[in-house]
Nanobody
Framework: QVQLVESGGGLVQAGGSLRLSCAAS????????MGWFRQAPGKEREFVAA????????YYADSVKGRFTISRDNAKNTVNLQMNRLKPEDTAVYYC?????????????????WGQGTQVTVSS
């Protein structure tokens, strides 16, 4: 089992920045591919970003490429999502997820473990 706890959400004006963190426990973190997903009201959960075991490979949705950066610290069992130049359409609940594949997937169904989510609200 893996436990994931997100933090760092909040309210920010358009153009601002937020940094989300996800703390993992319960399994060797360095053998987990990690992802961030988000879900806005009335919409399906969508892929945001992912990172492989070592942190050497990262993947982004087109909608956040160039604005968001995913990173991980295997010594601290954490994965972060730095979000810059936020837009109102980035408003959603953001979820941290983990899977055991070496290469992370962009499909939510591939992920085995999920956090409880953290709300991000971007005002215009």
């Amino acid at each position: 089992q893996v436990q994931l706890v997100e933090s760092g959400g909040g309210l920010v004006q358009a153009g601002g920045s937020l940094r989300l963190s996800c703390a993992a426990s319960g399994r060797t973190f360095s053998r987990l591919a990690m992802g961030w997903f988000r879900q806005a009201p009335g919409k399906e959960r969508e892929f945001v970003a992912a990172i492989n075991w070592t942190g050497g490979r990262t993947y982004y949705a087109d909608s956040v490429k160039g604005r968001f950066t995913i990173s991980r610290d295997n010594a601290k069992n954490t994965v972060n999502l730095q979000m810059n130049r936020l837009k109102p359409e980035d408003t959603a609940v953001y979820y941290c997820a983990a899977e055991t594949s070496a290469i992370p997937a962009t499909m939510a169904t591939t992920y085995d473990y999920w956090g409880q989510g953290t709300q991000v609200t971007v005002s215009s």
